[in-house]
């Protein structure tokens, strides 16, 4: 064994060699300290052997207090957990109809919503949808035509006009009132204003009138027009649900438009005929020259005795005319396909009202 290695100092720091004769200096030098200690860290002694020094060992730290700490403070909170609990409890015994409640609101509101993730989506609807369903609708379930959604317009504005006599029978003094002609008038104000025409009323001992409902009524002659052959009447009594007709312009009307004549031709009716305006301003002369009527509406919509002073609509449903006459240039009173009204202008201010 070499004399000359070096041993470990329990501090750390080697220990010098020594000499062959066993001397030796001590470490550092000839000042006489340890090396790394001095006197004061206990460094070894010269030329013996080395001194185990206790103090110089790292102290090992104490975990024991902490952990202590820690469990003294964990038994606390334990202590606490049940009085949490109490509170929790005596809440809900205060409040359980409100938690109830609420309960039963979240439920419903899931519910809800679940069932709604659950439908299939929306299925959204493009225009070829809609082409296709309106198509069908127009196959399985055809619209009323345009006359007849303008007859059913009018119609509650429509009344029979009665030309009424007496007539004696045998052994009786007193005559009984029968007709001695049927027209046709229209309601044009709530007050049971109609217009009809005056050729229908004239000479008449009495006039009586039927509206749409059934109800009978007399009339009285308010205002005439003769040279439109018009005629205002007043209906003495009127029914509840008296509806007057709508009245329109003649301003923009053109021959092809389709107009419907709603009348009581030899007493039958209503009746509905259809057709389409043939002319404007038009003149008529009756074939015995007893009337001559100029500016009139010329139709071929059927019109025969019995639809004098209806209203001429359009398809709309609204009056641009009064029915007044057909001709045919033989003697026979029957319609040929030519027929004449008067315009609703000259009609409107035959009963005092504002023109267009």
């Not at 109490?86 to 609101?105: E, K, P, T, Y």
């Amino acid at each position: 064994m070499f004399s000359g290695a070096r041993r470990p100092t329990p501090g750390g720091a080697p220990s010098a060699p020594s000499d062959e004769k066993g001397g030796s200096e001590p470490v550092g030098g000839p000042g006489g300290s340890a090396a790394g200690g001095g006197a004061a860290g206990g460094g070894a002694a010269v030329g013996g052997a080395p001194r185990a020094v206790a103090s110089a060992a790292t102290p090992i730290p104490q975990r024991r207090p902490a952990m202590a700490a820690q469990v003294a403070d964990a038994a606390p909170a334990d202590a606490k957990r049940p009085q949490r609990f109490q509170r929790l409890r005596r809440f809900a015994g205060r409040h359980d109809r409100a938690l109830l409640l609420a309960v039963a609101v979240l439920a419903a509101v899931a519910i809800v919503l679940g069932h709604g993730a659950l439908q299939p989506p929306a299925q959204r609807l493009t225009q070829e949808d809609i082409d296709a369903a309106v198509m069908h609708t127009l196959q399985t379930k055809p619209l009323p035509s345009a006359e007849a959604r303008a007859a059913a317009i009018v119609m509650p504005s429509v009344v029979r006009v009665r030309r009424l006599g007496t007539e004696a029978k045998d052994g009786e003094t007193e005559g009984v009132s029968v007709d001695k002609g049927v027209g046709t008038g229209v309601v044009i104000m709530e007050n049971g204003t109609i217009l009809t025409n005056l050729h229908v009323v004239s000479g008449a001992e009495r006039i009586g009138v039927v509206f749409a409902d059934g109800t009978l009524s007399d009339a009285t002659v308010v205002s005439v027009q003769p040279e439109n052959d018009l005629a205002v009447l007043k209906a003495r009594s009127l029914p509840d649900d008296l509806v007057p007709a709508t009245l329109r312009s003649t301003a923009d009307l053109m021959p092809g438009d389709h107009v419907v004549a709603v009348g009581f031709p030899f007493g039958i009716g209503p009746t509905v005929t259809s057709g389409v305006i043939s002319g404007l301003q038009q003149e008529y002369r009756a074939p015995g020259g007893e009337r001559s009527l100029s500016n009139l509406i010329q139709f071929d919509a059927a019109a025969n005795p019995g639809n004098s002073g209806g209203p001429l609509v359009t398809a709309d449903g609204e009056v641009v005319g009064i029915v007044t006459a057909i001709f045919n240039p033989s003697e026979q009173r029957v319609f040929i396909g030519i027929g004449f009204a008067v315009p609703i202008e000259s009609a409107a201010s035959a009963a005092g009202l504002s023109p267009f």
